[in-house]
Nanobody
Framework: QVQLVESGGGLVQAGGSLRLSCAAS????????KAWFRQAPGKEREFVAA????????YYADSVKGRFTISRDNVKNTVYLQMNNLKPEDTAVYYC?????????????????WGQGTQVTVSS
């Protein structure tokens, strides 16, 4: 059974940092593009960052550029999201996702595999 399991969420003050992890099991994801999305209450799920299977190409939403860094370890089958200088507007449930070859990397419908999400709350 394919599973993506996120961890690392929590409560942090504005300006602080968190590192999210997403471990994959039950399948071979080393050749898949992996991404992070987030969903705030009452809002649609939105793209945050994506990384190619080799880790050589990364994509970021404008709102997180320069603050967030996506990386991956294919040996551990894990993708990470380092979040620095967090802002209250970053508060959301963060989801990791995986798919073999998403065309734009930024659309929810392009990803077949999803984790259950981890809550990130940034206080002002």
């Amino acid at each position: 059974q394919v599973q993506l399991v996120e961890s690392g969420g929590g409560l942090v003050q504005a300006g602080g940092s968190l590192r999210l992890s997403c471990a994959a099991s039950g399948g071979t994801f080393s050749s898949y593009t992996k991404a992070w999305f987030r969903q705030a209450p009452g809002k649609e799920r939105e793209f945050v960052a994506a990384i190619s299977w080799s880790g050589g190409i990364t994509y970021y939403a404008d709102s997180v550029k320069g603050r967030f860094t996506i990386s991956r370890d294919n040996v551990k089958n894990t993708v990470y999201l380092q979040m620095n200088n967090l802002k209250p507007e970053d508060t959301a449930v963060y989801y990791c996702a995986a798919n073999p070859a998403p065309r734009t990397q930024q659309r929810v419908y392009e990803y077949a595999y999803w984790g259950q999400g981890t809550q990130v709350t940034v206080s002002s």
